[in-house]
Structures are given as C-alpha cells and as structure tokens.
Nanobody, 121 residues
Framework: QVPLVESGGGLVQAGDSLKLSCAAS????????MHWFRQSPGKEREFVAA????????YYADSVKGRFTISRNNAQNTVYLQMNSLKPEDTAIYYC??????????????WGQGTQVTVSS
C-alpha cells in the first residue's frame, strides 16, 4: 500500500500562487506514476496533472497548462503541485493519487484524503 497525505491547501485570492505537497509512505513510491485530480461541488473528479516515475515526463489538463507545474522527489517520497495565476474556477478539493500507469480518468490505485483550495475573486 501507498498511504498518501496532501498538504498546502488554503484560501487565496485570484492571481495568487499556492504549492501543494503529497507525502507518501513505503518503499515503492518511485514505481508509481503520481497524479493530481480535483473535484468541485456538484462536479465529477477531474484530472489535473501527472508525472512519470522518473520525473522526466509530465502531463497536464488543458485548463491548467502553463499555470500549474507538477514535480516529484523520489528520495523524499513527495510529489508537488505548484499552482500559479490561480483563478476562482480552480477552487476544488485537490487529491493526490498513485497508479502504475498514467491515467486521465479518476481510477488510481491509491488516493490521499484531499486538501481544499479556495480561490476568491
């Protein structure tokens, strides 16, 4: 198993930046493609970003491309999501997720508990 714990969420204003972290336990972190998903009230959970096991390849949803950056540190078992130029529509609960292969559908093997991000206009 890969327990995941997110942190770094909060209340910010439009245009601000925020950095989310997701810490994993166990020795297998580096074997998983790590993802960030988000879910707003009344909406389905949606893909935000993913990073390959060696951190060389990243994937983004069109809605965040150019504003968000995903990265990982396998030595520290941590994945990050740097969010810049935040918009009110970025308001959601952000979930960290692990899966052996990259996916844009919310079908990960392991999920964190989520961290709330609220962007005021």
């Amino acid at each position: 198993q890969v327990p995941l714990v997110e942190s770094g969420g909060g209340l910010v204003q439009a245009g601000d930046s925020l950095k989310l972290s997701c810490a994993a336990s166990g020795r297998t972190f580096s074997t998983y493609v790590m993802h960030w998903f988000r879910q707003s009230p009344g909406k389905e959970r949606e893909f935000v970003a993913a990073v390959s096991t060696n951190a060389y390849t990243t994937y983004y949803a069109d809605s965040v491309k150019g504003r968000f950056t995903i990265s990982r540190n396998n030595a520290q078992n941590t994945v990050y999501l740097q969010m810049n130029s935040l918009k009110p529509e970025d308001t959601a609960i952000y979930y960290c997720a692990a899966r052996y292969v990259m996916t844009r559908t919310p079908t990960a093997d392991y999920w964190g508990q989520g961290t709330q991000v609220t962007v005021s206009s």
